[in-house]
């Protein structure tokens, strides 16, 4: 599968993005979609799934601020982020992958995206 993400840039704290997730397939197929994120020096880490049956997990660090969700229809997956903060700066990426609950573990996901930056400053 071919995930091209789009919807970074650069934000004030407290403020908001969209991230998108164009995939090359059909979305609706795929069992887990996910977003992960990578900041300078740092290892990568999840930020939030979504199974096929639209349940989600999130990391703690973005619960109650990030959003995921799909639109099967436009295979497209997205990352709503509110209330960010500089620690959300990094470069995120869509991936997908198959495992039963779609933890939050890099390891289970085998096509990623090239990745949108995201820069909050204070």
């Known amino acids: 599968a071919q995930l091209v993400e789009s919807g970074g840039g650069s934000v004030q704290a407290g403020g908001s993005l969209r991230l998108s997730c164009a995939a090359s397939i059909d979305i609706s197929s795929i069992y887990c979609l996910a977003w992960f994120r990578q900041a300078p020096g740092k290892e990568r880490e999840g930020v939030a799934s979504i199974v096929a049956d639209g349940t989600t997990n999130y990391a703690d660090s973005v619960k109650g601020r990030f959003t995921i969700s799909k639109d099967n229809a436009e295979n497209t997956l997205y990352l709503q982020m509110n209330s960010l903060k500089p620690e959300d700066t990094a470069m995120y990426y869509c991936?997908?992958?198959?495992?039963?609950?779609?933890?939050?573990?890099?390891?289970?996901?085998?096509?990623w995206g090239q990745g949108t930056q995201v820069t909050v400053s204070s």
């Open positions: 991936a997908t992958g198959s495992w039963i609950g779609c933890p939050l573990w890099d390891g289970v996901y085998k096509s």
